[in-house]
């Protein structure tokens, strides 16, 4: 059975950093895209980060470009999204999911599976 687990999230200050986490198993997810949603609370689930099956190729939602690293370690079946100056906007329940494709996928549609969520939030 596949299964995604998040890990990582927490309470952090304005301006600080968390690493997420997101470990895989079930299968093997080193041929597949991977990616990461949020959804704030009263907010749509929305995309974050895209990253290809080899991790050469990724792509990033406007507000998190340049603050935020999705990165990939596919002998360990485990993605990462390193998470720097954090905004308290950025507070919500982060999401892993995997595609049943080799590229980058960016909408929900486009995730085969999902892990159950980790909460991040930010305070000011």
């Known amino acids: 059975q596949v299964q995604l687990v998040e890990s990582g999230g927490g309470l952090v200050q304005a301006g600080g950093s968390l690493r997420l986490s997101c470990a895989a198993s079930?299968?093997?997810?080193?041929?597949?895209?991977m990616g990461w949603f949020r959804q704030a609370p009263g907010k749509e689930r929305e995309f974050v980060a895209s990253?290809?099956?080899?991790?050469?190729?990724?792509y990033y939602e406007d507000s998190v470009k340049g603050r935020f690293t999705i990165s990939r370690d596919n002998a360990k079946n485990v993605e990462y999204l390193q998470m720097n100056t954090m905004k308290p906007e950025d507070t919500a329940v982060y999401y892993c999911?995997?595609?049943?494709?080799?590229?980058?996928?960016?909408?929900?549609?486009?995730?085969?599976?999902w892990g159950q969520g980790t909460q991040v939030t930010v305070s000011s």
């Open positions: 079930g299968r093997t997810f080193s041929a597949y895209g």
């Open positions: 999911a995997v595609r049943l494709a080799s590229g980058l996928g960016f909408t929900i549609r486009d995730y085969d599976y």
């Open positions: 990253i290809n099956w080899s991790g050469s190729s990724t």
